[in-house]
């Protein structure tokens, strides 16, 4: 506690500043004071001592107890004295690096918890921007605007269901959706909606790079719950670390946590992170769901063209409802069933628009496509289609090395001598994005090529003995599965072989 002088302890009033020590916050080494209001619970930043000085006095007029017939110089000289001794004690108590701010929907009142070196503050209830109808819009009116945008973006109730569902579940896992449309759609107009009523912000991928984000402030992020990141090109580290939050430290504002909720992915360009020939990531397939859409340009829609600005409004006072009426509700039924429902409607949406990656099967298709081409070569012909033996065929570098390691067994199979180098050696003559989601799949060689890693003799084209593996590039091309037919007792009615691409679609 601030240490005083006798005479300075009689007009002192100790329990005022125990209130008053919980309100004030310095940061950056004093430069920056962030102090707690009393009166709308919401932290407001202050420039200078000084303004600090003043905003005490205003809020907690009760910290001085003057005689009636205290010299009014006296009362000068003992409150600058006593302001200097506080402030010095509040920096060095109350000195933190990081702000956090946070809001609590369930909570009544503002809550301040203080860590080593960050402030977290925790703002009271659900905020939403206040929506004014600014051109008394009839309810019929939007209601048609609405159903003319749904049959432009038929997915658009899912899309908010889902946002306002990351809003209040706890877990974030599955909190991003890939938003790739047409050009032409309306990526903007639908950003700015949200942007508008506060509830999102819109910002580049390019930002998010390490020393990248110093034009983003974190007062813009606060009480919105919806990130867009437009012009999105590749799903990197800089993504999968926005689980949850991020650190924002802008142009001459302290360093402050973000959290983070829905992240919304918006390009017309497709994201060879999820249309490369390879598939995609697994890591990505957890957490990543895609509305992929092709449905026309917003401009050519008839209700647009007659009024935009009417169109543009009424989206806005459906969302602002919609978004209220859900976060009403999730309020009422309290946190706990209200983040196990939440998550249901997560589970719906990621279940509905998970990613198909088809991961290892378009690798598969990738090497089935080389080793065929190697075959090819291998049993080159001329033009009376006789073989001609090795002296004449094409000269080919790539082939060469892998016939130190794959020997033709007749033009469907090939026997492999080592499976991991002939794996190594077909990625690397695939492109970039194909290799990097390829070269983690070295551990499923098995289920690619569909054999049994276990070597053995094989006698090969020549009819020599040869120890590897036998793969059937043939089987591999044309895959079937068998499947048994059973009735309602579990009886099987029949057998029906399948082929594999019409069984996985």
């Known amino acids: ?3 005083l002088s006798k005479a300075y302890q009689e007009v002192f009033n100790k329990t005022v500043y125990s209130k008053l020590f919980n309100h004030i916050f310095f940061f950056k080494s004093g430069k ?11 932290i407001k930043f202050l420039s200078s001592e000084r303004n600090l000085k003043i905003w005490i006095e205003q809020n907690f007029p009760n910290l001085f107890n003057f005689k009636k017939d205290t010299p009014k110089e006296d009362i000068t000289k003992i409150k600058k004295n006593i302001f200097d001794i506080m402030i010095v004690d509040l920096q060095v108590r109350n000195q933190y690096s990081v702000l ?3 809001r609590n929907p369930w909570s009544k009142e503002a809550v301040v918890i203080r860590d080593d070196h960050k402030l977290e503050y925790i703002a009271p209830e659900f905020y939403l921007k206040s929506f004014i109808n600014r051109f008394d819009i009839e309810i019929e009116n939007m209601n048609k605007i609405v159903e003319d945008y749904r049959q432009h973006f038929p997915q658009f109730d899912d899309l908010l269901d889902w946002l306002i569902a990351n809003r209040f579940t706890s877990n974030r896992r599955t909190s991003y959706t890939y938003l790739r449309v047409n050009a032409g759609f309306g990526k903007s107009f639908l950003a700015s909606i949200f942007e508008e009523l506060g509830t999102g912000r819109k910002i580049l991928q390019s930002q998010l790079k390490s020393n990248s984000a110093s034009d983003l402030s974190p007062s813009d992020f606060r009480n919105s719950f919806i990130l867009m990141i437009d012009e999105f090109t590749h799903f990197g580290q800089e993504l999968k670390d926005l689980t949850h939050g991020m650190y924002l430290s802008a142009k001459y504002q302290l360093s402050e946590y973000v959290p983070l909720y829905a ?8 994201s060879t992170s999820f249309f490369g020939e390879a598939g995609v990531d697994g890591q990505l397939t957890d957490r990543v769901s895609i509305i992929d859409l092709n449905s026309g340009k917003l401009e050519d829609r008839q209700l647009y063209k007659q009024n935009t600005k009417l169109y543009h409004e009424s989206l806005k006072m459906y969302v602002n409802s919609f978004f209220k009426d859900r976060a009403d509700y999730y309020v009422s039924i309290g946190e706990l069933k209200a983040n196990f429902n939440a998550n249901k409607i997560l589970d719906k949406h990621f279940n ?16 089935v496509e080389i080793l065929k081409d190697y075959l090819e070569w291998f049993y080159y012909s001329d033009d009376t289609n006789n073989y001609v033996g090795t002296i004449q065929r094409p000269r080919n570098t790539f082939f060469e090395r892998l016939e130190s390691i794959v020997v033709p067994k007749n033009k469907d199979e090939i026997i492999t001598k080592d499976i991991v180098k002939m794996y190594e050696l077909i990625l690397s003559q695939a492109d970039d994005q194909f290799q990097k ?29 040869v120890r590897g593996i036998l793969i059937n590039l043939n089987r591999l091309d044309n895959m079937k599965i068998v499947v048994q037919i059973e009735d309602k007792n579990g009886n099987i009615e029949h057998i029906e072989e399948l082929n594999y691409d019409n069984f996985t679609s």
């Open 100 to 102: 956090s701010y946070s």
């Open 1 to 3: 506690m601030i240490k």
């Open 437 to 465: 989601s390829a070269k983690f799949k070295q551990t499923v060689l098995d289920e690619i090529f569909m054999v049994s890693l276990v070597k053995k003799p094989i006698k090969a084209h020549n009819n020599k003995s």
């Open 32 to 42: 920056e004071i962030i102090v707690f209001t009393l009166d709308t619970k919401e």
């Open 352 to 367: 509905k628009y998970r990613i198909n990656s088809n991961n290892i099967e378009k690798i598969r298709e990738k090497c």
């Open 263 to 270: 992240k919304v992915f918006m390009s017309a360009e497709k």
